[in-house]
């Protein structure tokens, strides 16, 4: 077999494993396996009582020497009533270390001027990546509590994501973080703009649940508790600590590209997940991204670090390393990649 026709062979049979996840008859065979009918469906009217505060965070890496590399993090709200922004704050750019191994100072540091205690179980992963996105988390709950402690009753709270922690040392806090929510009567949710979540055995559950939804007939905008069906979620994470909502699949307004997976607090009642809908469905007609809350998008386009960040960052470090005693050489033998030479041919 020649090296055309092993790339071929490769391309078919990543095909088939997507089509194997993605049968033809999806809807049909996530009907049967949930029991899901058209009054499954709840229609959500789109109406806001009060103001929609959405938070999101970014990380990068900027430089990585292999025994630990420097990320760049931070974490923005954007708050809404209607097509008015009320604020928008962004938390200074942090730069740390993020080195694998055993703890994390800055971690530590930054947990700490959060939370004002240390986190309970230190940051040990292995993947400098894995470990700039709990920083990053650290300031996103960070941001949410600020905002659980300032909205009033009614409003809601928009995370990026899940209410899954990624890391054991966020567990109380998220918790914390919902009893303010309760405590406050603030409402609060997650949006998950692409999820793992699957059902029987490895099939994607949002496309199973808008394919049904289609075949049904349901009119937009609507959502669907795929939690109602017992043992329809495949479930990989067993530690108690990492799930804590209710799991749902929507799609917030006709025009939607797609359906979005939205967890809200197991606790809710019928009346408050209703609420949270018609709040998310009101600000998901924006032209942009239509179907997307917008003052998620909002916070992300803000929040964003972009390319010159990076090389600003980069800059600075280059200059203090200066100050230091340290030049060129000495920055090109730690964080020298020749893929950086690779790039210009």
Known sequence: ????????????RVAGRIRESAPEDLAGQ????????????????????????????????????GSFAVAAVRASVSAYAGSTRLYHRTTPLQVVTVNPGAGNEDFDTLFHDCFHCPPKVHLDHDDPVRNTAVIR??????????????????????????LQVRHASHDEVIENLLNLCNLRGVLIAAVTKRTSLTWGGGHPIVPAAEGLARDLGVPEPWYLCVSAAEGLIDRRETRPWKQRGEQYVARLHPRAQRAFKVEIPKYYSPEMVERVFSALAFFADDGRVTGYPYP?????????????????????????????????????GIFGDYHDEFDRY
């Open 1 to 12: 077999m020649d090296r055309r026709d092993l790339y071929q062979d490769a391309i078919r």
């Open 30 to 65: 996530f009907s049967v396996c949930s029991g899901f009918d058209a009054s499954s469906y709840h229609r959500c009217r789109p109406g806001s009582g009060g103001a929609v505060c959405a938070v999101d965070g970014s990380n990068t890496i900027v430089l990585d020497a």
């Open 137 to 162: 988390d650290t300031l996103e709950y960070w941001a949410a509590m600020e905002m659980a402690a300032e909205l009033d009753t009614g409003d809601l709270i928009v995370l990026d994501g899940t």
């Open 296 to 332: 998620l998008l909002d916070a992300h386009l803000t929040t964003k670090i972009g390319r010159d960040a990076v090389g600003q960052v980069r800059q600075d470090i280059i200059r203090g390393m200066d100050l230091l005693g340290m030049n060129l050489a000495d920055y090109t």
